[in-house]
């Protein structure tokens, strides 16, 4: 507001500086002398800046209730996870036919135990086209075993290659999933 008054002078001279005045919009006329009020705003800027800070704490009020005390924390005794049986068990998991001429048809078994504690039905086994298996239709009481006999037509391999046999059985999880088992065989192919 002081550079647009044509009576101020520029910053060149600012020793030949006399109190002057000059109109400032909407106000009345306003005394200046910059010596004299320049190195006061400079020292106000200062202390400003180097004036300590201290957190306010509350007052403290004096209760007449007894203080609180918090009881002790105890932490609950670790415990293991429930051991879980499998829900079947295999005597194999995977069999490995080795050599085998392209055209051949080998035969192979897999036999699963119950181990759920409660009767099991095999509801669906899915295998790739060259592979037909033979399963228990019936259900499987606890402890009772189920065989699957398998035939592996290698008429149309050619290449060596690892085959799942899916089982999926009618009983649930906790979830409510279908309870899902896979076996494998495997071979390499001889042409």
Known sequence: MFFDCPDFPSFKNLESL?????????????????????????????????????????????????????????????????????????????????????????TLFFELTNTSGQQIKIDIVDACECTKVDFPRGAIAPGGKGHFDVIFDSSEKDADETIGITIVFRETDAAGNPRIESVEYKFEIEK
């Open 18 to 106: 006399s109190p002057r005045k000059c109109p400032v919009v909407g106000a009345k006329t306003l005394d200046m002398n910059i010596k004299t009020v320049f190195p006061f705003l400079i020292l106000s800027v200062l202390l400003a800046c180097n004036t300590p800070q201290q957190a306010q704490t509350p007052p403290i009020h004096q209760s007449t209730n007894p203080p609180i005390t918090n009881p002790p924390v105890t932490n609950p005794p670790i415990t293991n996870p429930p051991v879980t049986t499998p829900f079947v068990t295999w005597d194999k998991k995977l069999v490995d036919l080795g050599k085998v001429k392209k055209g051949e048809k080998r």
